[in-house]
């Protein structure tokens, strides 16, 4: 089984800028799309950011240009570069990870991390 362990969450006012991190450990063949979502109070998990493996992305609209994801094969970790951040960015923000193993194929979710903009 594979855990995603995130980190960098925090308070930050508006203008600010954080950059949470999600590494992955645990039994498997590889690690494909890794990617954050963002939840906030009496909303739907949305997507924020997608990386594959070989480095294309993909962003949310409200988000392009302000956010930046990476990762770092070698260690299984993927990091949000969030720069500009607006009080709507507000939100519990997941890690997610394709998982390959040799048995399947499955999405694992980090626990979440608290990203909190004040005005």
């Known amino acids: 089984q594979v855990q995603l362990v995130e980190s960098g969450g925090g308070l930050v006012q508006t203008g600010g800028s954080l950059r949470p991190s999600c590494a992955a450990s645990?039994?498997?063949?590889?690690?494909?799309?890794m990617g954050w979502y963002r939840q906030a109070p009496g909303k739907q998990r949305e997507l924020v950011a997608l990386?594959?493996?070989?480095?294309?992305?993909n962003y949310a609209d409200s988000v392009r240009g302000r956010f930046t994801i990476s990762r770092d094969n070698a260690k299984n970790t993927v990091y949000l570069q969030m720069n500009s951040l607006k009080p709507e960015d507000t939100a519990v923000y997941y890690c997610n990870a394709r998982v390959v193993t040799s048995q399947r194929i499955y999405d694992a979710w980090g626990q979440g991390t608290q990203v909190t903009v004040s005005s």
């Open positions: 990386i594959t493996r070989g480095g294309t992305t």
């Open positions: 645990g039994s498997f063949f590889s690690i494909n799309t």
